[in-house]
């Protein structure tokens, strides 16, 4: 998926053939087709791949979550989205850059995968409000920016990654975020 997601970037979803997927890879291409069938095939197992890698690795932090206050949950999760992210970038960039692309079913499991996540931060930022931490007007819209703000590591990358560190990017992203939230520091 790694290897396809670099591909997909580096040429486009379009111009990517199962060809060069498989050269890639270092695999036959005649088994590749065996396994896959197609490169619509291909995109649709990326697809289930990063929803199931976005999934398990917010499941996998929720259960911490549970006993910290507020501001100490955001910002373990912001930080753990920008891992994420920071690992995965090529995923990352593919999806805004070949939303374009994708069939209508696909681009409706991706709202759903997206609205998974944004719902994480959600349901941070209700927690929050509803124990007089935050002060936000609208909770889901707050959420939507913390996400770009984070993606924005990816698919910047091209310049942030000239004027700052990762842990400068946490530091000053969860800072601006909390500032936001009408929380003065981390």
Same mark, same amino acid.
């Given at each position: 998926?790694?290897?396809?997601?670099?591909?997909?970037?580096?040429?486009?979803?379009?111009?990517?053939?199962?060809?060069?997927?498989?050269?890639?890879?270092?695999?036959?291409?005649?088994?590749?087709?065996?396994?896959?069938?197609?490169?619509?095939?291909?995109?649709?197992?990326?697809?289930?791949?990063?929803?199931?890698?976005?999934?398990?690795?917010?499941?996998?932090?929720? &259960?911490?979550?549970?006993?910290?206050?507020? @501001? =100490?949950? #955001?910002?373990?999760? *912001? +930080?753990?989205?920008?891992?994420? $992210?920071?690992?995965?970038?090529?995923?990352?960039?593919?999806?805004?850059?070949?939303?374009?692309?994708?069939?209508?079913?696909?681009?409706?499991?991706?709202?759903?995968? &997206?609205?998974?996540?944004?719902?994480?931060? @959600? =349901?941070? #930022?209700?927690?929050? *409000? +509803?124990?007089?931490?935050?002060? $936000?007007?609208?909770?889901?819209?707050?959420?939507?920016?913390?996400?770009?703000?984070?993606?924005?590591?990816?698919?910047?990358?091209?310049?942030?990654?000239?004027?700052?560190?990762?842990?400068?990017?946490?530091?000053?992203?969860?800072? #601006?975020?909390?500032?936001?939230?009408?929380?003065?520091?981390?």
């Amino acid at each position: 998926m790694k290897a396809a997601a670099a591909l997909f970037i580096k040429r486009g979803y379009i111009n990517t053939s199962v060809r060069d997927i498989a050269v890639r890879c270092k695999i036959n291409v005649a088994t590749l087709y065996h396994y896959i069938g197609s490169k619509e095939n291909i995109l649709s197992l990326f697809q289930e791949y990063t929803t199931s890698l976005i999934k398990s690795t917010l499941e996998q932090h929720r &259960e911490i979550i549970n006993g910290m206050d507020p @501001v =100490e949950a #955001l910002v373990y999760v *912001i +930080r753990k989205y920008l891992e994420w $992210v920071d690992e995965y970038q090529d995923i990352t960039v593919f999806w805004y850059q070949e939303s374009k692309n994708l069939t209508p079913q696909q681009m409706k499991n991706l709202t759903a995968q &997206e609205e998974y996540t944004v719902q994480m931060f @959600v =349901e941070l #930022l209700e927690g929050g *409000i +509803r124990q007089g931490v935050f002060k $936000v007007v609208n909770p889901k819209l707050t959420a939507h920016n913390i996400v770009v703000l984070c993606d924005m590591w990816a698919f910047r990358r091209w310049l942030i990654k000239k004027q700052f560190t990762f842990e400068d990017y946490v530091r000053d992203q969860t800072k #601006l975020i909390l500032a936001q939230l009408s929380v003065h520091d981390i």
